[in-house]
C-alpha cells in the first residue's frame, strides 16, 4: 500500500513537471513574437512616423505573459532567484537542501500563491464587469483577460511548489528523488 501510494505520488509530480515543462516551452515562443513585435512597432514608429498605441500595450502583456506564465518553467529548473549563501555551500547536502525545499515551499511558497490568488480574484472579476479596457485613445480591450493571468500564473506556480514538496519528501525519506522524463531529457540535452 505504501509503495503504491509513493508511485502515486511519484506520477502526480511527474505530470505536474511535464505540464509545466510543456507550458514553459509553449511561453518561450512567446518570447520571439515579443522580438517581432517590438521590431514591427519599432520600425514604423522611426521609419514611417506610424506609431500605435495597441501595439505598444500589446507588447507590455506579452511581456507579462511571458513573465507570468514562465515563473513555474523557471522554479521546476531550479533557476529562480535565490539567495544562495547557504543552500549551496558545502556543508548542506543533498538530504537539507530537500529539507529547505520542503520547509520554503510549505511555508512561503504555497501561502504566498494562496494569497495572490485569493487577493487578485476580485481584481480581475472588477475588471470583467467593468468591461474594463486601455484608458489611452486605440489601446487594447477586454484588459480583464490579462488580469486572469495573475492567478493563473500563481495556480501554476502551486502546482509546481506540489511537486517540489513531493521530491523533496522523496530525498529526505529514500535519499533521492525518482528520475522523470523531462529531468531525464534536460540532462541528456545538457550532456551533448
Known sequence: MITENKNGLARLASGIECFGEWSGRCVSWLTLALVLLVSYDVTMRYLFQDGSVALQELEWHIFALIFLLGAAY????????RVDLIYHSRWMSERRRAWVDLFGTLFFLLPFCIL????????????????????????LPYRYLIKMMIPLCFVLLALQGIAIIIRSAQKIT???????ATTNKVSQEQNI
Request: no cysteine; charged share 25%; glycine share 8%.
Open 74 to 81: 523557471t522554479l521546476k529548473h531550479d533557476e529562480h532567484v
Open 174 to 180: 529514500t535519499g533521492k528523488a525518482e528520475p522523470n
Open 116 to 139: 495572490i490568488i485569493v487577493s487578485a480574484w476580485p481584481f480581475v472579476e472588477n475588471s470583467y464587469e467593468l468591461n474594463e479596457h486601455s484608458p489611452d485613445p486605440g489601446g
